[in-house]
């Protein structure tokens, strides 16, 4: 059974940092590309970011470009989003997902399996 679990989430103020896991089990994780995706209360979820199957590749939404970094460690079948200079706007649930192909996609129904997602707070 497959599940990925991600952690990391909480309460933080505005210009902070916060490090988001996904830990993944039931699946040969270096054969998925990962991605994270968010979602606000009332909003459509939104891409967040993806990372090739081997980490090589990464590709992020504008919101997000130069402020967030997707990694990957193979060896402990973990995807990391680090968040830097947070603003209220990223206040959402972050969910993670992982597509069997090299490569990951904006489209979240590209995506075989999904976490649970975690809350994120930005408070101002």
């Known amino acids: 059974q497959v599940q990925l679990a991600e952690s990391g989430g909480g309460v933080v103020q505005v210009g902070m940092s916060l490090r988001l896991s996904c830990a993944a089990s039931g699946l040969t994780f270096s054969t998925y590309a990962m991605a994270w995706f968010r979602q606000a209360p009332g909003k459509d979820r939104e891409f967040v970011a993806t990372i090739s199957r081997g980490g090589e590749t990464t590709y992020y939404g504008d919101s997000v470009k130069g402020r967030f970094t997707i990694s990957r460690d193979n060896a402990k079948n973990t995807v990391y989003l680090q968040m830097r200079s947070l603003k209220p706007e990223d206040t959402a649930v972050y969910y993670c997902?992982?597509?069997?192909?090299?490569?990951?996609?904006?489209?979240?129904?590209?995506?075989?399996?999904w976490g649970q997602g975690t809350q994120v707070t930005v408070s101002s």
């Open positions: 997902a992982a597509r069997p192909r090299n490569y990951g996609l904006e489209s979240a129904n590209r995506y075989d399996y």
